[in-house]
């Protein structure tokens, strides 16, 4: 019988790699409660109207890459996609909003999407979001974008580049409409089959394509810049100052328009030249329109999404994974000493150190050779005469100094146990 593996586009994260994983959590958590957003975890899975009537119809993500499927009470339910809508959807059912003011929230977890898997696109995949829910002020935007840059930065990544377009309201969205639809209609046939069927539905969406003959083709297109009316020019100028002025280098991108119809206005993506054709680490923007369309009261709102696997992409090149080490590695041999072993492992935990009790029974040249692999700062040895005479041999693995002392000693003296193992930590 053939073994079974994990489904295609899903990854286990093992052990040796979750260092990564767990220091870009505790990074992005720390950054954002200083600015005080606050998690919120919502289901895995929705009414797929939710991502229908959020995310919009004609976009890939609903159209062609949702885990959809119908449980056994017959409701049609999905695989979140994205944080986004099923984070609205909570917030307009437990009246977040009526709170009145801003809303800072924050989430992160698994995300689902039926695509090609390659290098950074998985089917199962990870992200770190942030969503600004009450404010229509430019500095909200503003906010999140260097909410983003100080993350990536805090984790010391490099050759980052962000990209910035408005797609305007609803309005300028329609104007602009028309004249892409009027400038992409004479290149119909040479457009791929997706953007021919979306040049009279959902035109904009074929700025986002990849093929390679309708990105050449929309490169000549009409920019959506021309087509801002006042005060959607006005906001986004606004942004751009406030850019400037955090010191956040931009470069504006007219055909950025995101994979989601629910953007207006501001509209970012943070891209990395390290990563090979899946570039995009960090992709959001303002969408107004969504809290009102899911049938909430009219809120202006803005948000980003981390990719997690191509930002740990990233941090692979720079750095090994981080990992935990020893501050002690117990070893004893003996049947009293194994016993008491335990016993002074858990207290040493209990105060606050990092042990590892090797639980072999094996000779004593192959425990120290594993508390050498371990990276241990010292050793704490038992034998069988420590064990009667209630005693305890400390060997610091570096200077290889050792000394014997009782075990209540180690206890009693454990501040001065506390600098010593600061000491060999940094020598
Ligand atoms: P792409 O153009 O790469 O498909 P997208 O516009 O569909 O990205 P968003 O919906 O904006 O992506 O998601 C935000 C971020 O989540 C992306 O920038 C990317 O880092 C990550 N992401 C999206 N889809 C995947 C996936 N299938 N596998 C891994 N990461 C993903
Ligand atoms: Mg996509």
Redesign the pocket.
Known sequence: MGTIQAIRGTRDILPSEIGYWQQVEAIASQILNRALYQEIRTPIFEETALFKRGIGEATD?VGKEMYTFEDRGDRSLTLRP?GTAGLVRSFIEHNLFAAGGVQRLWYKGPMF?Y?RPQA????Q?H?IGVEILGSADPRADGEAIALATDILKALGLKNLTLDLNSVGNGEDRQNYREALINYLTPYKAELDPDSQERLTRNPLRILDSKDKRTKEITLNAPSILDYLGEASRRHFEVVQQLLTDLEIPYQLNPRLV???DYYTHTAF?IQSEDLGA?A????GGRYDGLTSQLGGPETPAVGW???M??LILLLQQLQPAPQVTPDFYLISKGQKAEVQSLILAQKLRQAGFIVELDLSGSAFGKQFKRADRSKAIACLVLGEAEAETETIKLKWMTSKEESTLTQGELFSQLGELREQLNRHKLS
């Open positions: 993500v994205e999407r695509e950074g696109r998985q089917r995949f992200q995101r994979g989601l993506e899946q995009t680490v960090c992709g999404a981390i990719g696997e191509r």
